[in-house]
């Protein structure tokens, strides 16, 4: 499911701001960004998304203003500058070299002054990083939550669909069933007329035969099984509870029970039936991909 959260933090001079976008994924796969600075806890945020989601393809991005640098800071070497100083007066008084060095030329000379980031203490960095990243987290996890209800919804009714068409199927096959013997004993009437014989043994086992080749009590039993099963999956899901392999697993088992009504069946409206439920099962699955 989709999800988005965002949060921001500051530590001393730096600011920073945590964005997490996460898509549907059969698994979790996490892509951490993380400035510099943060790059020594990207194992730690890691561990933080997986607390928070189980599936999913995650991209969390931690970025400082002006592009991810922190304001400067300017340090000055002072045992350099010293050193500089020495030589000077040496090449004076001793070398009697003239002029003197001063503050705006010592500035300027090699290794005296640079700038560079400031140290930010690692401890604040840590705690404040990594209590955005939960607050971003939750935000993506309260859009899921919101998308996830609807989705309930939407498979729930569905799947009272599906058992809509398994009781339409189990009643058409019962007509089936009968209308199979009825031509039997049709058939063994019309031989009996023509040859004046009539096996009754032989007529109640071939009704027996097409009847059992007929019937799909079994796969509607199990079908109406998989439909309770894939209900109480979706009413069980919850935070830590994913429930999207499950139900792929009843998807795939209610199929394979159609398949084999649909085989056993060659009346015109029980296999318009078995479309229609072929149909309702591959959206049902397209659903499902998006649950955890």
């Not at 393809?57 to 340090?75: E, I, N, Q």
């Not at 209800?149 to 189990?170: D, H, I, K, M, N």
Request: net charge negative; proline share 4%; hydrophobic share 45%.
């Amino acid at each position: 499911m989709t999800g988005f959260g965002r949060a921001a933090f500051r530590v001393g001079v730096a600011s920073f701001e945590v964005e997490v976008r996460s898509v549907n994924h059969r698994h979790l796969d996490a892509r951490v960004r993380l400035p510099r600075a943060l790059a020594a806890l990207e194992a730690e945020v890691r561990e933080r998304i997986a607390r928070h989601l189980a599936r999913g393809k995650v991209d969390l991005s931690v970025a400082a203003p002006d592009a991810g640098a922190l304001p400067p800071a300017l340090t000055i070497d002072l045992e350099a500058a010293r050193a500089y100083l020495r030589a000077a007066r040496e090449l004076r008084h001793g070398e009697q070299v003239p002029g003197e060095l001063g503050v705006g030329v010592l500035l300027g000379l090699p290794g005296v002054a640079r700038f560079a980031e400031p140290e930010l203490p690692e401890e604040d960095l840590r705690r404040e990083l990594l209590s955005a990243v939960d607050a971003a987290l939750a935000g993506a996890d309260a859009m899921r939550a919101a998308e996830g209800a609807a989705l309930e919804r939407e498979l729930l009714a569905r799947v009272s669909l599906v058992a809509e068409l398994a009781a339409s199927l189990a009643e058409r096959a019962g007509v089936v069933q009968g209308a199979a013997r009825e031509r039997l004993q049709k058939r063994a009437q019309q031989l009996a007329q023509e040859t004046g014989l009539r096996d009754e043994a032989r007529l109640a086992q071939e009704i027996a035969i097409a009847a059992d080749r007929l019937d799909v009590t079994e796969e509607i039993v199990r079908l109406r099984s998989h439909v309770e099963q894939f209900r109480e999956g979706v009413a069980s899901a919850g935070p830590g509870q994913p429930v999207g392999r499950r139900l792929d697993f009843l998807l795939q088992e209610l199929g394979r029970e159609v398949n084999t009504i649909g085989a056993k069946g060659s009346d015109a409206p029980l296999t318009s039936l078995v479309v229609d439920l072929k149909t309702e099962l591959e959206r049902i699955r397209e659903q499902v991909q998006n649950v955890e």
